[in-house]
């Protein structure tokens, strides 16, 4: 694995939350091939698990797949925000929850063919419920269940969303 060689980059489209980026980028011994990237500054997510052993997870309209998904409560990064902090403000703003105590579950690329997006993953824990103030442009509805029920819904389909998947999986080894 060496480094990454690459040509003639250029951001083509600049848009509100992405930019596009085109390269060329040389692939092993194949030669030169013409990329485009979508450039997006990442987000943080987290897995609010309550001392009862349920999980709160949030239903949410996703225009790009023209459905309501069940995920985790997560937002996007501002430049240069520390990842913990945006899961704690994400946390509060779209279930009200506040967490004593916040464990990384790492991170995921959900989509490396084609975005950067980096997704770094907590388990919130230590719970107490406050105020939710979610954004004027979501409508956000809270899901409370069991936290095995919803392992459940991820390896049978229930749940599609990828970074949701990823947490509740790597969650397991937290809980009892």
């Given at each position: 694995?060496?480094?990454?060689?690459?040509?003639?980059?250029?951001?083509?489209?600049?848009?509100l939350?992405?930019?596009?980026?085109?390269?060329?980028?040389m692939?092993?011994?194949?030669g030169?091939?013409?990329?485009?990237?979508?450039?997006h500054?990442?987000?943080?997510?987290?897995?609010?698990l309550?001392d009862?052993?349920?999980?709160?997870?949030?239903?949410?309209?996703?225009?790009?797949?023209?459905?309501?998904?069940?995920?985790?409560?997560?937002?996007?990064?501002?430049?240069?925000?520390?990842?913990?902090?945006?899961?704690e403000?994400?946390?509060?703003?779209?279930?009200?929850?506040?967490?004593?105590?916040?464990?990384?579950?790492?991170?995921?690329?959900?989509?490396?063919?084609?975005?950067?997006?980096r997704?770094?993953?907590?388990?919130?824990?230590?719970?107490s419920?406050g105020?939710?103030?979610?954004?004027?442009?979501?409508?956000?509805?809270c899901?409370?269940?069991p936290?095995?029920?919803?392992?459940?819904?991820?390896?049978?389909?229930?749940?599609?969303d990828?970074?949701?998947?990823a947490?509740?999986l790597?969650a397991?080894?937290?809980?009892?």
């Amino acid at each position: 694995m060496g480094t990454m060689q690459t040509k003639n980059r250029s951001t083509i489209f600049n848009g509100l939350v992405v930019d596009i980026e085109q390269m060329d980028v040389m692939i092993g011994e194949q030669g030169w091939y013409t990329y485009q990237i979508v450039r997006h500054p990442g987000g943080a997510a987290v897995l609010p698990l309550h001392d009862d052993g349920t999980v709160t997870l949030i239903r949410q309209l996703r225009p790009a797949v023209g459905d309501f998904l069940v995920e985790l409560p997560a937002g996007r990064l501002a430049p240069g925000e520390d990842p913990k902090l945006c899961a704690e403000r994400e946390l509060i703003e779209e279930t009200g929850l506040n967490a004593s105590s916040l464990i990384s579950l790492g991170h995921i690329y959900p989509s490396p063919g084609v975005f950067d997006e980096r997704i770094h993953l907590y388990l919130a824990t230590g719970l107490s419920q406050g105020e939710a103030a979610p954004e004027d442009y979501e409508e956000i509805f809270c899901v409370r269940i069991p936290f095995a029920e919803a392992v459940d819904m991820a390896v049978n389909g229930g749940i599609i969303d990828g970074k949701t998947i990823a947490a509740l999986l790597r969650a397991q080894r937290f809980v009892k």
